[in-house]
Protein backbone atom coordinates (compact mmCIF):
# COMPACT_ATOMS: atom_id res chain seq x y z
CA UNK A 1 0.00 0.00 0.00
CA UNK A 2 1.27 3.48 -1.01
CA UNK A 3 2.05 5.82 1.80
CA UNK A 4 -0.48 8.28 0.71
CA UNK A 5 -3.38 6.01 1.59
CA UNK A 6 -1.95 4.55 4.75
CA UNK A 7 -2.07 7.16 7.92
CA UNK A 8 0.88 5.62 9.95
CA UNK A 9 2.63 5.51 6.90
CA UNK A 10 1.89 9.43 5.74
CA UNK A 11 3.11 10.50 9.01
CA UNK A 12 6.04 8.30 8.87
CA UNK A 13 7.22 10.13 5.74
CA UNK A 14 5.85 13.60 6.47
CA UNK A 15 8.63 13.67 10.16
CA UNK A 16 11.44 11.49 7.88
CA UNK A 17 11.14 14.30 5.65
CA UNK A 18 11.24 17.30 8.04
CA UNK A 19 14.32 15.57 10.12
CA UNK A 20 16.22 15.19 6.89
CA UNK A 21 15.98 19.01 5.98
CA UNK A 22 16.56 20.35 8.98
CA UNK A 23 19.96 17.92 9.05
CA UNK A 24 20.77 19.00 5.72
CA UNK A 25 20.46 22.16 5.81
CA UNK A 26 22.32 22.26 9.23
CA UNK A 27 24.90 20.54 7.33
CA UNK A 28 24.90 22.14 3.89
CA UNK A 29 23.30 25.11 4.20
CA UNK A 30 23.42 26.63 0.76
CA UNK A 31 21.69 23.95 -1.09
CA UNK A 32 18.44 25.00 1.10
CA UNK A 33 18.23 28.60 0.24
CA UNK A 34 15.70 28.78 -2.17
CA UNK A 35 12.46 29.73 -0.94
CA UNK A 36 10.04 29.41 -3.84
CA UNK A 37 9.52 26.68 -6.49
CA UNK A 38 10.23 22.87 -5.31
CA UNK A 39 12.96 22.82 -3.31
CA UNK A 40 11.09 25.76 -1.33
CA UNK A 41 9.26 22.94 -0.02
CA UNK A 42 11.78 21.27 1.57
CA UNK A 43 13.77 24.87 2.79
CA UNK A 44 9.87 25.09 4.36
CA UNK A 45 10.30 21.58 6.06
CA UNK A 46 14.04 22.51 7.25
CA UNK A 47 12.38 25.54 9.22
CA UNK A 48 9.57 23.50 10.73
CA UNK A 49 12.73 21.23 11.94
CA UNK A 50 14.07 24.12 13.28
CA UNK A 51 11.29 25.93 14.66
CA UNK A 52 9.56 23.27 16.34
CA UNK A 53 12.39 20.80 16.93
CA UNK A 54 10.88 19.49 20.70
CA UNK A 55 7.22 18.95 18.82
CA UNK A 56 9.19 16.93 16.25
CA UNK A 57 11.08 15.05 18.63
CA UNK A 58 8.41 14.20 20.25
CA UNK A 59 6.55 12.87 17.66
CA UNK A 60 9.70 10.72 15.74
CA UNK A 61 9.56 9.18 19.46
CA UNK A 62 6.40 8.58 19.30
CA UNK A 63 6.36 7.35 15.97
CA UNK A 64 9.44 4.92 16.70
CA UNK A 65 7.29 3.35 19.80
CA UNK A 66 4.25 2.82 17.93
CA UNK A 67 6.04 1.25 15.05
CA UNK A 68 8.04 -0.82 17.63
CA UNK A 69 5.26 -2.12 19.09
CA UNK A 70 2.65 -2.33 16.68
Known amino acids: MSALFN ?4 LS ?3 LVICTCTYVK ?4 TI ?10 F ?3 A ?7 PWVALGC ?4 VS ?3 F
Open 7 to 10: FHSF
Open 13 to 15: VVL
Open 26 to 29: MQFP
Open 32 to 41: LQQKTGFRGV
Open 43 to 45: WKA
Open 47 to 53: RIGERLS
Open 61 to 64: FTMG
Open 67 to 69: IIV
